[in-house]
Every structure is written in C-alpha cells, then in structure tokens.
C-alpha cells in the first residue's frame, strides 16, 4: 500500500530556507511513469500547486513560485525533496506531498497524499 | 490564469439528502477537472477524475458530471461520513487551481 509521510522543520525564520522531505513507501518513485508533488494550504483556505517531478527527475514549478522553488529526488531513499527560498509569513502553510494519478500529468490529479505537515514561517 | 469558481461556499444539508455542489472554470478546460473531500486536519480525498470517472473503491453515491465549462458533484444520499469540504481542481494548463472549496454541514 502506497503511503507518503512529510517530514522537517516546522518552524523557519523569514528571509530562510523551508526544506522538507517526502518519504514513500509502497512504490519505487522511480521505477514508473508517475509525477510527485508538492501542494500546500495557508491555515484555512484553498490548496495550492507548488511543483512536480517526473520519475525521471523533470520538474515543472507553479509560475507564482517558480523563482524560488527546487524540487528533488532521491533514489537511494525513495524519497523527493522541497525548498523553497526567501520565505516570508504568506509561506505559512500546511505542506502536502502527493502522487500524481497514472491518468493525468504533473498538474494533476492526485490520488495519494501525505498526511501533511504545517510550517510557520515566524522569527 | 484559469480561475475555478465553486458554489455555494457552504451548504447546510440532512442525512439522506441529495447534494450538488456547482464549479465554474474561467475557460475551457475538457474534461480535466478532479474531485476531493477533505476533512479537518486531514489531507484531501481522491474521489473523482477527468470530470465524472470514479475513482477506485469511491462510494457509488458520488458522481460527477460536465456541461461546457460547468462542472458538478452529486452526492446521491448524503450519508454521516460525507460532512466535509468539498474542492475542484482543474488539470488542463496553468497552475492547476483548485476552487476555494464548498463546505457540506449538517442542517
């Protein structure tokens, strides 16, 4: 069964780095046509893509947050990476990691999910 | 960039009701819009793709159905387990926006 589990630092000072790391069990991430992602939720209010990336390492960025996105992977750990620079309180959300449906593409839909993790970005 | 709108923002129903939830995209999109419930404090729920298809082990009293750019989610009778909210997301192009979400609350 395929689970997803988010993991890092809860709590990043403004102007840093929010690093977080999404650890998948149940499936190779690369080992099959399939896109993980990155989708956040600021404390009460809609969801947001952040970014994608492809089995083979493609990456594809939300154009809001494209200058200060990085997305990784990491084979040797089944697992795949965000950072995101310079954050400011509008960062303060609720990160979610995903897998992307075998039917659709790196904006969707997505069929398994993390449970989540909330960072605040406060000094 | 495609907006997705969705109504109404909350809906008060009872068990046993039958419940619509309407979302609106700016522009075309196909049929590439997906479903999601989600509770509090929980990840959103996987439960509808390209605009009507069920996905695997979904209760068969969700449905969704496309009409142009309008898109909606028929929960057949509203059981117990369906009080949530409920979110869109549009696949075909920018940024993959979800609408802001159509709570479903018990009357």
């Known amino acids: 069964q395929l689970q997803l589990q988010e993991s890092g630092p809860g709590l990043v000072k403004p102007s840093e780095i929010l690093s977080l790391t999404c650890s998948v069990s149940g499936a190779s991430i690369s080992s099959s046509s399939l896109y993980w992602v990155w989708i956040r939720q600021p404390p009460g209010k809609g969801l947001e893509w952040i970014g994608s990336?492809?089995?083979?390492?493609?990456?594809y960025y939300n154009p809001s947050l494209k200058s200060r996105v990085t997305i990784s992977l990491d084979t040797s750990k089944n697992q795949f990476s965000l950072k995101l620079n310079s954050v400011t309180a509008a960062d303060t959300a609720v990160y979610y990691c995903?897998?992307?449906?075998?039917?659709?593409?790196?904006?969707?839909?997505?069929?398994?999910w993390g449970r989540g993790t909330l960072v605040t970005v406060s000094s | 960039d495609i907006q997705m709108t969705q109504s109404p923002s909350t809906l008060s129903a009872s068990v046993g009701d039958r419940v619509t939830i309407t979302c609106r995209a700016s522009q075309s999109i196909s049929t590439w819009l997906a479903w999601y419930q989600q509770k509090p404090g929980k990840a959103p729920k996987f439960l509808i793709y390209?605009?009507?298809t069920l996905e695997s082990g979904v209760p068969s009293r969700f449905s969704g159905s496309a009409y142009g750019t309008e898109f909606t989610l028929t929960i057949s009778s509203l059981q117990p387990d369906d009080f949530a909210t409920y979110y869109c997301?549009?696949?075909?192009?920018?940024?993959?926006?979800f609408g802001q979400g159509t709570k479903v609350e018990i009357k």
């Open positions: 990336i492809y089995y083979s390492g493609t990456t």
């Open positions: 995903a897998r992307g449906h075998p039917s659709g593409s790196y904006l969707g839909p997505y069929d398994h």
């Open positions: 390209k605009a009507s």
């Open positions: 997301q549009q696949y075909n192009s920018d940024s993959g926006t």
